[in-house]
């Protein structure tokens, strides 16, 4: 069974950092690609960032960019969001989320949510300003 676990949310004041991480387990295919997501209250969810295991290329939605890194320790099955000068606009709850398998997509479909098949439970993050 597939499971994800987010840890690492929080509360931090605005210029702040915070790392979450995403721990997995039950993967079945040493290929995968795991997103990271967050919703905010009211507004629809948004992809934030993505790593492909196949070759390592990572991608972030123009929000973060430049903020936020995503990164993966194999060795540990954890994907890592570090996340910097963060901003009021950041709080939200962030989900990890994968989909297993050899996967190359158009770049669009990596912060794409209904491309993923498995969701963790989430983590908040809460950003004061």
């Known amino acids: 069974e597939v499971q994800l676990v987010e840890s690492g949310g929080g509360l931090v004041q605005a210029g702040g950092s915070l790392r979450l991480s995403c721990a997995a387990s039950g993967f079945t295919s040493d290929d995968h690609v795991i997103g990271w997501f967050r919703q905010a209250p009211g507004k629809e969810r948004e992809g934030v960032s993505a790593i492909n295991s196949s070759g390592g290329r990572t991608y972030y939605s123009d929000s973060v960019k430049g903020r936020f890194a995503i990164s993966s320790d194999s060795a540990k099955n954890t994907v890592y969001l570090q996340m910097k000068s963060l901003k009021p606009e950041d709080t939200a709850v962030y989900y990890c989320?994968?989909?297993?398998?050899?996967?190359?997509?158009?770049?669009?479909?990596?912060?794409?949510?209904?491309?993923?098949?498995?969701w963790g439970q989430g983590t908040q993050v809460t950003v004061s300003s």
């Open positions: 989320a994968a989909v297993l398998g050899f996967t190359i997509w158009s770049d669009i479909y990596y912060l794409d949510g209904r491309q993923y098949d498995y």
